[in-house]
């Protein structure tokens, strides 16, 4: 089954930082998607990438995917405390997976002010 | 808001107990998919609901049972409950079988269940 392994496990910056979160697949990805998710509440999906080389970006933040669509990574530009949270990356094993989504450990993020 | 609707939102029980998590999906949405997230475990996969049956299915132990109903609303019943079993529980929903950028999953705000 797919396996998904997040790195770092956390993270602490300073606002105005950048900064970036990997998610690396042990199988070729059919779809990557990121999530964050604040402490005991439910997960918000921030974006999805399908195709190899693809980047997408959402007010400061941008995924991408690599070539080989084995790895992703997220990149916080200018961190804000609101950025903080728990990032999860999600892959979906396309054909007959039925659109479940295998989670890695996610990295937990704190900006301070 | 997401629109997915998870109660209760706390649910304090005893070992060996039952009880049962309740989710509505989105308005529109078929699928339902249950997760189970806990420290040491991390988000899992326990199953998946797509307009009435069932599509796919996860880590879910023999103790657990879901079900999706004509309305689309989904219960999780967890039986014979382990100190184990603590965690939070969340449902998510989409509109097809399949998740896509159209349509990715959308989270409900989960329920935490605690076994004493």
């Known amino acids: 089954s797919q396996e998904l392994e997040q790195s770092p496990q956390s993270l602490i910056v300073q606002e105005g930082k950048n900064l970036t979160i990997n998610c690396t697949s042990s199988k070729t990805l059919y779809g990557l998607y990121w999530y964050k998710q604040k402490y005991g509440e439910g997960l918000i999906f921030l974006m999805m990438?399908?195709?190899?080389?693809e980047e997408k970006s959402h007010e400061k933040i941008t995924a991408k995917l690599d070539e080989k669509k084995q790895q992703s990574s997220l990149h916080i530009t200018a961190s804000q405390p609101s950025h903080a949270g728990i990032y999860l990356c999600?892959?979906?094993?396309?054909?007959?997976?039925?659109?479940?989504?295998?989670f890695g450990q996610g990295t937990i993020l704190t900006v301070h002010p | 808001d997401s629109g997915v609707t998870q109660t209760p939102k706390h649910l304090i029980t005893a070992t060996g107990q039952r009880v049962t998590l309740r989710c509505s999906p989105r308005s529109g949405d078929l699928s339902v998919y249950w997760y189970q997230q806990s420290l040491d475990q991390g988000l899992q996969f326990l199953i998946q609901y797509y307009n009435g049956e069932e599509r796919a299915k996860g880590n879910i132990l023999e103790r657990f049972s879901a079900q999706q109903f004509p309305d689309l609303h989904s219960e999780l019943n967890l039986s014979s409950l382990e100190l184990g079993d603590s965690a939070l529980y969340f449902c998510?929903?989409?509109?097809?079988?399949?998740?896509?950028?159209?349509?990715?999953?959308?989270f409900g705000n989960g329920t935490r269940l605690t076994v004493t």
């Open positions: 998510a929903s989409s509109p097809t079988q399949v998740s896509s950028y159209n349509s990715p999953l959308h």
């Open positions: 990438l399908q195709k190899g080389g």
């Open positions: 999600g892959a979906d094993e396309g054909g007959t997976s039925y659109g479940k989504l295998t």
